[in-house]
């Protein structure tokens, strides 16, 4: 089985570079992707109360042979929970529903500023991980600007940032404000999403014949060496293992400099997921 490499994060925790996204992946079928990613080698599950598959999570963590400590389960807050109580009572509820009594991750789904209340849920969390309830707590889809509202008001930096990183999109302030800050930064939608193009990137597909390699594992290569870590989902066997078998090259600068180029700034991002737009609907 493939090592994968760490990133150590500002609280002292190192967690493995590579994660594993589960969105949409749910039910009977979502229990054998996750359980064969975890076979392959994944350890950090990263789901969300919104995905509705908490109980799925749970499942795949109680069948598989990997013991518990071993995995690092990662959930998100929704919107609906973000005032103290509730969200205190939503981690509660989402670790119910998971089987678990701990998170090894929990992060605020998304700031939604409109609705203003991101503050107190930050406060939630930190008081969460005094409570035992949350091992490392970070936010998403995070801008400088919340992430300086809430360092101000707690004086507890998050240990990382989820937010949207993929070659047309490469999110180059967050990521910079991340860095700044000793936040690590997580790339969600690595490849785009399927709705983006990026892995018949022409661009992408020649550097991956440069290496031998495929377009998905460049840009996990591309990721790793800008100290981002991907949060990468498959349902298939074989792109969960080529996924992980990217620790025996390295992509050169001028590599690393042509994908940088392929961003299209604010027209890149998946459509309607500005973070200071963007409302979540449950
Ligand atoms: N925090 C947030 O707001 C937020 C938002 C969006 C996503 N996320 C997280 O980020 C995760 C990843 O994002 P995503 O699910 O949108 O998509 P993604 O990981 O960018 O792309 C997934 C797609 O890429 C394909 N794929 C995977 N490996 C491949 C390979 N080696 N070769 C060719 N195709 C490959 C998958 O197909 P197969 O299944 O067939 O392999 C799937 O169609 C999510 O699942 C979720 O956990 C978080």
Redesign the pocket.
Known sequence: MTKIETFELNDGTTLPAIGL???NVKGAKGVSSVLSAIDAGYRLI?TSTNYNNEGMVGEAIRRSSVPREELIISS?LPGAAHEYDKAIMMIQESLYRIGIDYFDKYLI??PLPKQGKYEEAWQALVDAQKFGLIKTIGV??FLPEHLERIIDKTGVTPATN?SER?PYFNNKEVVKANNELGILTEA???????INDV?ENETIKKIAEKYDK?P?QVIIRWNLQNNVMP??????LN?QK??LDVFDFELAADDLQQIDNLDKGEAGRVEGQHPNEYEEFD
């Open positions: 996204g589960t969105v990263d998100k789904h998304w998403s889809n989820q993929h969600w939608s690595p490849f785009g999403r399927e892995l495929e998905a949060i990468v989902k498959s349902s298939s792109h080529a996924n």
